[in-house]
C-alpha cells in the first residue's frame, strides 16, 4: 500500500514542480537549469531534514517474508520481492516508452523538441509527465529500499551517485542499458568491495566510469545521439 501511496503522490509532486517551476527556464541557457535545479535539490533536501531528522530509520514489516535457504544459501525473500518489483516497473517503463503513445511522444520530445511542437505534442505536458513518472520511479525504489536498508535524507548524495554511475555504464536513452548499468555496477562493487575493501566500491565504479567515457561515450548498449 505504502508504494501505491508513494508513487501517487511523487507523480503529482513531480508534475507540478515541472509544470510550476522547471518548464518556465525550458529553453534558457543550460546554467540557468543548473542552478534552479540544484537550488531545488538543496531546499527539498533541507526540508526534509528538519521534518524527518537526519536520523536512519528503516520499515519494520509487520509479518516479514522470512528468507529462502537454496542449498545453504540464505536469500531474505524481502530483497527477492523487491528485485521482482522493480523488475516488473522497468519492463512497464520500457513497454510505455517504445508501444504507447506517450512513450512516442517522450521519444520524440527528448531527440528534437521543436520538430515534436510542428507535430502537435504538446512539449511542456511531456516535459511534466516525464518528470513525474521519474518521481514515480525514484518514490517507489524507496519504499521497498527503506524495506531493506535504514535510510535518511543525507542518503540523497549516494544514491544520485550511483543512479549517475548506472547511466553512463549502461547508456543514455535505453531502459535496458540502465537494467545493464545496474548490474555492472553492483558486480564491479560486490567483488571490488570483497578483494579491496567496501570503502573502494565506489571509487572503482567511478574509475570504471571515467575510462568508459573516454573509450566508448554511448556507454554499453547506448544509442548514438544520446551521449
Known amino acids: 500500500m505504502s508504494v501505491t501511496i508513494a508513487a501517487v503522490v511523487l507523480f503529482v509532486f513531480g508534475y507540478l514542480i515541472q509544470v510550476g517551476i522547471i518548464n518556465r527556464v525550458v529553453g534558457t541557457p543550460v546554467l540557468t537549469t543548473l542552478t534552479l535545479t540544484f537550488g531545488l535539490e538543496l531546499l527539498l533536501n533541507n526540508s526534509l531534514l528538519v521534518a524527518f531528522t537526519a536520523d536512519y530509520r528503516r520499515v519494520i514489516l509487520e509479518n516479514p517474508l522470512g528468507v529462502l535457504d537454496m542449498g545453504g544459501i540464505i536469500i531474505p525473500l524481502d530483497r527477492l520481492a523487491t528485485m521482482a518489483l522493480a523488475l516488473l516497473l522497468t519492463g512497464l517503463l520500457y513497454w510505455v516508452l517504445n508501444a504507447s503513445r506517450i512513450g512516442r511522444a517522450i521519444v520524440a520530445v527528448r531527440m528534437d ?3 515534436a511542437a510542428l507535430m502537435g505534442v504538446k512539449v511542456k505536458q511531456i516535459y511534466a509527465i516525464t518528470f513525474g513518472l521519474g518521481a514515480v520511479m525514484a518514490g517507489v525504489a524507496g519504499s521497498v529500499m527503506s524495506v531493506i536498508f535504514p535510510i535518511s535524507p543525507l542518503n540523497n548524495i549516494l544514491y ?13 536513452g535505453s531502459v535496458t542499458g540502465a537494467m545493464v548499468g545496474g548490474l555492472v555496477l553492483g558486480v564491479i562493487e560486490s567483488f571490488g568491495g570483497l578483494i579491496f575493501g567496501p570503502e573502494h566500491a565506489m571509487t572503482l565504479s567511478f574509475s570504471l566510469m571515467i575510462l568508459l567515457l573516454i573509450f566508448r561515450p554511448t556507454g554499453i548498449v547506448g544509442k548514438r545521439g544520446y551521449e
Open 113 to 115: 523538441r521543436e520538430a
Open 160 to 172: 544520485l551517485g550511483k543512479a549517475f554511475v548506472i547511466c553512463v555504464l549502461g547508456g543514455l
